[in-house]
């Protein structure tokens, strides 16, 4: 049993992690500053369930809120920290470049100084796929260098594992950066293509199907990330007494530092992910052929072997069950009708 900080606590996968620690013991205080970035009611309703489970307590505030924060790790001596209170989006980044240096960059620096301070055990903080960025080489590997982001999104999360290293390095804080591959599932963000798709099927609306539909995502089910993120937390890293400054592996370190993918390994072509879920609604998408946009790439794939020997887990759910599972979830929660 732990006391865990999960930053981001009323987010997608901050919501489903925090639901997870506290129903094996752990004691957890949520921390988010509820932004409008989407729907707030959603946000709302993750932690109507949180809040009434013991051990959790919720702490409304935003990461670069530096008193705030400072006070909260001061009074409640945190085993873990898992920062998962991050700017979302890469298509948003184009247009909102300085929420994600506020929060993304400023917000990071606070952890990293609280955590630091406060002789916190292991940070374990949200990464992304996107680092990958102008990357071919398939499937994507942390051993691989990512010094070619395409947005900004990509370039802050770099940023994030980059400063993690340096804190790694100098203070001895034990880090690990997690790089998520397209989540989704039950309570999913709204800005996400699967829970778009849904909603405009539904209502008889047309889909922007971007890429001509040919990009190909690893989409990774929400429990698959959740297994992942509370398997790495429990495993703090040590220094690689391999590596070699002569041949510096991105993944590892001199330091007790760490970087993992989590993804399905199993990448999936757009226009197949659709007819999946237009299999499991029960009638078809009207389509809006789009070529691909700024800061997108192409396919991602996560090499996950490293996962797998370390922690013993490889994510497998499909994406005909997770589908079926989020649409379950979506036909309960906005009581909608659907004959699939």
């Known amino acids: 049993m732990s006391k865990i900080l999960v930053t981001g606590a009323a987010g997608f996968i901050g919501f489903h992690l925090s639901k997870r620690l506290l129903e094996r013991g752990d004691t957890v205080v949520g921390y988010d500053n509820m932004n409008d970035y989407y729907d707030v009611t959603l946000k709302e309703a993750r932690l109507e369930q949180l809040v009434s489970m013991p051990g959790f307590r919720m702490v409304r505030a935003g990461l670069e809120d530096r008193t705030t924060l400072e006070q909260l790790f001061a009074e409640e001596g945190f085993d873990v920290v898992i920062n998962l209170a991050t700017q979302a989006g890469v298509r948003y980044s184009i247009s909102n470049p300085h929420a994600y240096i506020q929060s993304n960059l400023v917000g990071f620096i606070n952890i990293l100084e609280a955590c630091r301070h406060n002789k916190v055990e292991h940070l374990v903080y949200a990464s992304s796929s996107s680092v990958y960025g102008a990357n071919t080489t398939m499937p994507f590997s942390t051993h691989h260098n990512?010094?070619?982001?395409?947005?900004?999104?990509?370039?802050?999360?770099?940023?994030?594992?980059?400063?993690?290293?340096?804190?790694?390095?100098?203070?001895?804080?034990?880090?690990?950066?997690?790089?998520?591959?397209?989540?989704?599932?039950?309570?999913?963000?709204?800005?996400?293509?699967?829970?778009?798709?849904?909603?405009?099927?539904?209502?008889?609306?047309?889909?922007?199907?971007?890429?001509?539909?040919?990009?190909?995502?690893?989409?990774?089910?929400?429990?698959?990330v959740i297994e992942g993120i509370v398997r790495v937390a429990d495993n703090v890293p040590v220094p690689n007494p391999l590596w070699s400054g002569a041949a510096p592996d991105p993944a590892t370190s001199y330091a007790p530092y760490r970087i993992y993918n989590i993804g399905n390994n199993n990448p999936v072509m757009l226009l197949d992910f659709i007819e999946t879920l237009e299999k499991h609604l029960g009638r078809p998408a009207q389509k809006n052929m789009m070529p691909i946009q700024d800061g997108d790439v192409p396919e991602t794939c996560a090499d996950v072997d490293d996962l797998m020997r370390d922690v013993g887990f490889r994510p497998a759910t499909t994406v005909e069950e997770g589908i079926g599972r989020f649409v379950a979830w979506y036909q309960s929660y906005y009581k909608v009708e659907i004959s699939s």
């Open 146 to 224: 990512v010094d070619h982001p395409v947005s900004l999104y990509a370039a802050t999360k770099k940023s994030n594992e980059l400063m993690a290293h340096t804190y790694s390095s100098l203070y001895g804080l034990p880090t690990t950066g997690l790089r998520f591959f397209t989540t989704y599932g039950p309570w999913g963000r709204p800005d996400m293509a699967l829970f778009l798709f849904t909603k405009a099927i539904l209502e008889g609306k047309p889909i922007d199907v971007y890429d001509y539909g040919k990009m190909r995502r690893d989409f990774t089910y929400i429990d698959d």
